[in-house]
């Protein structure tokens, strides 16, 4: 239900992604991927929306009173009245420690809509960095093996969270995109000049403007991390910023904690569902398994083409070439 309120499913979301859609094919000034369903299959008539249904002749209209209570209802839950807002983000914290990959996967997605719509505000900078950041760097560093599978979702949401309250850096909705570097207030070097966008989550919310060093502070409390790492990360966050590099450069970070780690003790959790994922498992191991020499092949690679390179090498050696039967020597 909170997915379809926050326009994550449902209804409310094939707006957004028809929207998406149609600001992709502008870009590329390609129209007729406009008249193109799921699949790229091509409808009869005009343009359809991301799922493949006809548009309406009245489809502007309702989709612009859809996007304007979608921003509006985000709005409410978060912002508006404090009972709603305090139940609602302790709800969702508690939900990405709860053991369930679907769960998760799916509280991480509401966790990038809650940071589009508040992460400016810095009445929410507290519960976001002691409840969400803790609990997504905690599921990360003890490696659960209920988390395998949807690690790159939850290091995706720290990255979120360091980027808008630390780095000053704005992302595209549902934490993709490269990171955007917003400038410093030239009456304010301490302050960062708040995006464009701030105040619609639908286009990528906005940032803190002054940095916490609550985010800092907690990756440097990690066994194995000192303060000196987290600069490093943050310089390497800062000159790359795409995600797949922010995103390995915290796995990597977080990779130092796990190994240095004693969270989760086999000796006191034996369960095959909390217990610790095996080496080969952890997406954080992955980097260092990838970079193993491999193995040879215990025999010799033999291919079709070339089975039929060797026959037609055979067919020409036993070929006598034109004319050598009339040659002779004497």
Known sequence: MIQAVLALKGN????????AKEEAAAKKNDTSSLKKGPGYQLRNGGNVNADGTQKRTNQADVDAR?????????HF????????????TLSLIQCLSYPDAYTVRRC??????????VAWSSKYTHIITNGMFSSSVSNIVREPKWMVGIEWDMINVIRDIYCRLVLGQA???????PGVQLGKDSNNPLQFEQAKFADDPLKGGGVLAFSSDLPRQLLASLP???AATVEQLEQGMKSKRSAKDQKDLLRDLLRVAAENS??????????????????????????????GVVPDLPEKLVTYSMTKKEERMDKLNKEEPPGLSQFFLK
């Open 262 to 291: 004693h969270f989760l003790d086999q000796s006191t959790c034996e369960s095959a569902l909390f217990g610790r994922a095996a080496f080969q498992e952890s997406l954080l191991n992955q980097k260092m398994l990838a970079g």
């Open 108 to 117: 991480t997605k509401i966790c990038h809509r809650l940071l589009e719509t």
């Open 224 to 226: 194995g991390i000192e």
């Open 77 to 88: 839950l978060l912002l508006e009245d404090e009972v709603i807002a305090g139940h609602l």
């Open 66 to 74: 859809k996007l304007l209570r979608i921003s509006r209802m985000c």
């Open 12 to 19: 409310w979301a094939l707006v957004l992604a028809t929207q």
């Open 171 to 177: 992302l595209q909705p549902g934490g993709q995109g």
